[in-house]
């Protein structure tokens, strides 16, 4: 009775030695395949596995490094479209900044060449505010096309002192030229120059767009009167861009600024949501007031520069 109790223990204990073994040949190959899953990666570096024996585990293994290579080729894939999403993304801003100062610029040689046709009195004058704007519109062109050779370098910005006083209606000269369209610029009260901290291309820009806008939003027929108002407080320079065109209906109010979103044939709703990075990037923001029919008052503000005397007076 006792040697067969104790030929059952011995049987037992084998058992359980054979099962240790067994479980431990199993899971530890097993136990490998899940860490290499746990690690794997999207278009990171993932290892295969090696499993020289064509069992159960090796066809596993098989599957797995398939994975694994298929994984690699969707990875490959997603990168490159992602790369042509950003082109196209960025093509089509670049097309959107170069069209936008196109127009006026046509319009302002074909007057030129009008009042040259013409012998007006004031030709030398006209002559040398025309190169003036000239030169500051193409200096933009070429910034944009060299930013979209260089991709990593948009949107760049090189801040710098500017007064809102003479640079405004100096780049905004260009508009002069256009018939029907009336641009006003009304400055404080004092003489005071208005210092901000900008970048000339990119505020260049944002007028650009803005004055498109306002222009767009009177019909054919109609003189775009357009009034840039300019305020100062002490941190901040205020520019409202005021039109009294067809206005904004109030149920697109909250789109207008999403990159997309126009309401024109010929429209790529590019312009405000670039404006809004422009300004908000020189730490500045920008907002607006409309009534449909009556017109729109865009309002941005620049950090204003101060004047170092004015610090010590504080
Ligand atoms: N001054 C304005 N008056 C009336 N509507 C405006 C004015 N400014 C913007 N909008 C509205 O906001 C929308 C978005 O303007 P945004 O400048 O982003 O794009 P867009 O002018 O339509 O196209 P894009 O600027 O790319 O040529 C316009 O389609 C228009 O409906
Ligand atoms: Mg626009």
């Given at each position: 009775?006792?040697?067969?109790?104790?030929?059952?223990?011995?049987?037992?204990?084998?058992?359980?030695?054979?099962?240790?073994f067994?479980?431990?040949?199993?899971?530890?190959p097993l136990?490998?395949?899940?860490?290499?899953?746990?690690?794997l990666?999207?278009?990171?570096?993932?290892t295969?596995i090696?499993?020289?024996?064509?069992?159960?585990?090796?066809?596993?293994?098989?599957?797995?490094?398939?994975?694994?290579?298929?994984?690699?080729?969707?990875a490959?894939?997603?990168?490159?479209?992602?790369?042509?999403?950003?082109?196209?993304?960025?093509?089509?801003?670049?097309?959107?900044?170069?069209?936008?100062?196109?127009?006026?610029?046509k319009?302002?040689?074909?007057?030129?060449?009008?009042?040259?046709?013409?012998?007006?009195?004031?030709?030398?004058k006209?002559?040398?505010?025309?190169?003036?704007?000239?030169?500051?519109q193409?200096?933009?062109?070429?910034?944009?096309?060299?930013?979209?050779?260089?991709?990593?370098?948009m949107?760049?910005?090189?801040?710098?002192?500017?007064?809102?006083?003479?640079?405004?209606?100096?780049?905004?000269?260009?508009?002069?030229?256009?018939?029907?369209?009336?641009?006003?610029?009304i400055?404080?009260?004092?003489?005071?120059?208005?210092?901000?901290?900008?970048?000339?291309?990119?505020?260049?820009?944002?007028f650009?767009?803005?004055?498109?806008?306002?222009?767009?939003?009177?019909s054919?027929?109609?003189?775009?009167?357009?009034q840039?108002?300019?305020?100062?407080?002490?941190?901040?320079?205020k520019?409202?861009?005021?039109?009294?065109?067809?206005?904004?209906p109030?149920?697109?109010?909250?789109?207008?600024?999403?990159?997309?979103?126009?309401?024109?044939?010929?429209?790529?709703?590019?312009?405000?949501?670039?404006?809004?990075?422009?300004?908000?990037?020189?730490?500045?923001?920008?907002?607006?007031?409309?009534?449909?029919?009556q017109?729109?008052?865009?309002?941005?503000?620049?950090?204003?520069?101060?004047?170092?005397?004015?610090?010590i007076?504080?």
């Open positions: 009775m006792l040697a067969f109790v104790n030929i059952n223990l011995l049987l037992l204990f084998f058992a359980i030695i054979l099962a240790l067994v479980s431990k040949y199993i899971t530890r136990e490998l395949i899940r860490y290499s899953i746990s690690r990666q999207l278009g990171g570096v993932n295969k090696t499993w020289e024996r064509d069992d159960e585990i090796g066809q596993m293994v098989k599957e797995y490094n398939r994975m694994i290579d298929e994984l690699s080729v969707s490959d894939l997603l990168a490159k479209s992602e790369r042509e999403l950003a082109w196209r993304e960025m093509a089509k801003q670049v097309a959107h900044e170069i069209k936008n100062p196109l127009t006026p610029m319009l302002s040689i074909q007057h030129l060449k009008k009042a040259y046709d013409e012998q007006v009195p004031d030709w030398d006209r002559l040398q505010r025309f190169s003036k704007t000239m030169v500051e193409i200096d933009n062109l070429a910034q944009i096309a060299g930013e979209f050779s260089d991709f990593a370098k949107p760049s910005s090189i801040n710098g002192l500017l007064d809102l006083r003479t640079f405004v209606p100096d780049i905004m000269e260009i508009y002069s030229g256009i018939d029907k369209v009336k641009i006003e610029h400055f404080p009260n004092d003489s005071e120059q208005l210092w901000v901290i900008a970048d000339k291309n990119q505020l260049l820009r944002v650009n767009n803005l004055l498109h806008n306002s222009i767009q939003s009177y054919k027929e109609q003189t775009a009167i357009i840039i108002i300019y305020e100062k407080n002490h941190d901040f320079v520019c409202h861009v005021k039109d009294f065109g067809c206005g904004i109030e149920k697109l109010k909250s789109n207008i600024f999403s990159p997309n979103f126009t309401t024109k044939t010929s429209g790529m709703g590019l312009g405000l949501s670039m404006v809004k990075a422009i300004v908000e990037n020189m730490g500045g923001s920008i907002w607006f007031q409309s009534e449909e029919n017109g729109t008052t865009m309002t941005f503000t620049l950090p204003a520069h101060i004047e170092k005397h004015e610090n007076e504080r």
